[in-house]
């Protein structure tokens, strides 16, 4: 009689496991619904998604990396979909549709070679050469600019804004994202330095998107502390603090016994001293402006505003910096320390109300290293999705100076190295072929999905715009408001050429990844989910079209 094998369990209770085809269906299913998601979003025909959340907030957006994030995806292999986008966000600001939908559709295609029996690893090599090669095309492709093509540099923003819900003022955003980041970048020994952060993006609800304005300095959401201070100060000597104008509490526990109200009255009165004696070292220095991050006592505010000193206090450290940048202050933490030398100066502080809100304007200022753009729109989630745009334009701008190097868009590039792979393709004669030649047909994703969100023939089109490059025309893109291929650099559909290498780069890193995992080992959780995997994961295993959870 045969001895009953007894089972041997080497993971915890509760654990679930999915291995080999099963694992690797599911985990690609999982990207690609991400992608599928934000694919209709594509282009300048490309449609909104509106977002609610448990708090009944709404966001109403076009913008990739916004929407992967509102929207809280669950599945493991879906948020690793949802970091291409972020990585894309953060390295150029603008092209996270585009990585994600390349990422999705590479996936798909590696799921054909994977039903035809070609094995991850050399489905991986072939896209990872095959990447290589794209970036290569594309360098050789691309073309120069510098700080000094005004027009091109514009036309780089438009392509942001276009398809946007700010779209019908893009020629006035167009024009304020350039002078913006001309405004804030630094050249060193032929280095470009740009910090997005030296771009103020502040946001106020009423006007229309067109009354949107560039401040040639900072815009502060703070009012003066005391009514009775200046609402405009002409020629401004402003001082950063980094401290209290206040008396510190002791740091230890101190027990102060009074015993008549004289001693009481004294204490009091060296509390008053000690407060004028710092509004006194302020107005010694010069200053007039006084930006505090911390707190400003009630006492020294009267005093400040005896003095005529315009004074705004718990100001941001990062305003703080901006402030710095744009004026020549010095941000002094000890008031002791504070000499006329430390003051910025301005050629205005003003306070104005936008809406129903009191902000501070510093504006006029000489060569400002920061800039603020307030943003305007009839509604919280039209100005919203304005500043959205203008981060993408922004974004795309300094990509642009930053490399030097900029292509056409309406899916010509992605055409062009499509064809110039199939050529490589040719030169290899394993199984990575196939994977070169998967790579090539999944660039092609791009100008198909612009031609169905137009409500175009994908196919007809398809046809078209090879045939076009195969004649040379290597900036032959769609054009979705005629339904034609033209040629795009004409058009003025221009983008910088980091959004292409770096949406490449990821997208198939990314691909390789997840093509590789082949055994997902989800472990129990405790708590609300019980003993199963975590949310959304939809227990892995029984998957189907429905497992991600969003």
Same mark, same amino acid.
């Given at each position: ?77 879906? $948020?690793?979909?949802?970091? *291409?986008?972020? #990585?894309?966000?953060? !390295? ?6 585009? +990585? @994600?939908?390349?990422a999705g559709e590479l996936l798909r295609r590696a799921e054909e070679l994977l039903d035809r029996n070609v094995h991850p690893t050399v489905i991986a090599k072939g896209f990872r050469l095959a990447e290589e090669k794209a970036q290569e095309i594309l360098d050789k492709i691309a073309e120069p600019v510098s700080e000094k093509d005004d027009a091109i540099l514009r036309k780089i923003a438009g392509t942001a804004l276009t398809g946007k819900a700010a779209e019908s ?34 946001? $106020?609800?009423?006007?229309? *998107?067109?009354? #949107?304005?560039?401040? !040639? ?6 009012? +003066? @502390? ?239 715009l090879k045939a076009a490059h195969d004649k040379k025309q290597k900036w032959a893109g769609i054009d979705v408001f005629r339904g034609k291929i033209v040629d795009s650099w004409a058009a003025g559909v221009i983008e910088p050429l980091k959004i292409k290498t770096q949406a490449l780069s990821s997208a198939s890193e990314v691909a390789c990844m997840i093509l590789r995992i082949d055994d997902v080992i989800a472990g129990s959780q405790k708590g609300s989910h019980g ?20």
């Amino acid at each position: 009689m045969a001895k009953e094998v007894q089972p041997i369990f080497i993971l915890p209770e509760g654990t679930q496991r999915t291995t080999g085809r099963t694992a690797q269906r599911n985990n690609i299913m999982a990207a690609k619904l991400v992608a599928e998601t934000v694919r209709t979003t594509l282009g300048p025909k490309g449609m909104d998604k509106m977002i609610v959340d448990s708090m009944g907030d709404i966001t109403i957006t076009n913008d990739g990396v916004t929407i992967l994030e509102e929207m809280h995806v669950e599945h493991p292999a879906a $948020k690793m979909i949802v970091e *291409v986008a972020k #990585t894309q966000e953060a !390295e150029v600001g603008d092209g996270t549709t585009t +990585a @994600v939908v390349i990422a999705g559709e590479l996936l798909r295609r590696a799921e054909e070679l994977l039903d035809r029996n070609v094995h991850p690893t050399v489905i991986a090599k072939g896209f990872r050469l095959a990447e290589e090669k794209a970036q290569e095309i594309l360098d050789k492709i691309a073309e120069p600019v510098s700080e000094k093509d005004d027009a091109i540099l514009r036309k780089i923003a438009g392509t942001a804004l276009t398809g946007k819900a700010a779209e019908s003022s893009k020629d006035v955003l167009s024009e304020i994202a350039v002078k913006a980041v001309k405004r804030v970048i630094e050249y060193d020994n032929g280095h470009v330095h740009f910090d997005r952060d030296h771009i103020k993006l502040e946001r $106020k609800t009423g006007g229309a *998107v067109e009354s #949107t304005e560039l401040i !040639e300095g900072i815009v502060l959401e703070k009012e +003066a @502390v005391h009514p009775s201070m200046p609402k405009l100060v002409k020629t401004p000597k402003i001082a950063l603090l980094d401290c209290a104008v206040e008396i510190k509490d002791t740091e230890i526990d101190a027990k102060i016994e009074i015993t008549d109200p004289s001693q009481m009255q004294a204490f009091l009165n060296q509390e008053e001293t000690l407060l004028i004696e710092m509004v006194d070292r302020i107005s010694a220095s010069g200053a007039n402006v006084v930006f505090c991050q911390k707190g400003i006592d009630d006492l020294a505010q009267h005093f400040l505003a005896k003095k005529n000193i315009y004074a705004a206090r718990r100001v941001k450290k990062s305003d703080l910096e901006a402030l710095s940048r744009a004026t020549g202050a010095r941000i002094v933490t000890s008031l002791k320390d504070l000499t006329s030398k430390d003051l910025g100066t301005a050629g205005m502080v003003e306070e104005r109300k936008i809406g129903s809100e009191d902000m501070t304007f510093v504006t006029g200022c000489k060569n400002p290293k920061a800039v603020t753009i307030l943003v305007r729109g009839g509604t919280e989630h039209v100005a919203d999705e304005a500043k959205r745009a203008l981060t993408d334009a922004i974004g795309d701008v300094a990509a642009a100076l930053k490399i030097g190097k900029i292509v056409a868009g309406a899916g010509a590039p992605e055409v062009e190295v499509a064809k110039e792979l199939r050529k490589y393709a040719e030169s290899f004669s394993g199984r990575e072929q196939l994977a070169i030649s998967a790579f090539a047909d999944a660039l092609e994703v791009i100008p198909r999905t612009l031609a169905e969100n137009a409500g175009m023939d994908p196919i007809d089109l398809l046809v078209e715009l090879k045939a076009a490059h195969d004649k040379k025309q290597k900036w032959a893109g769609i054009d979705v408001f005629r339904g034609k291929i033209v040629d795009s650099w004409a058009a003025g559909v221009i983008e910088p050429l980091k959004i292409k290498t770096q949406a490449l780069s990821s997208a198939s890193e990314v691909a390789c990844m997840i093509l590789r995992i082949d055994d997902v080992i989800a472990g129990s959780q405790k708590g609300s989910h019980g003993g199963g995997m975590p949310p959304g994961m939809g227990g892995m295993g029984g998957m189907g079209g429905h497992g991600m959870d969003m």
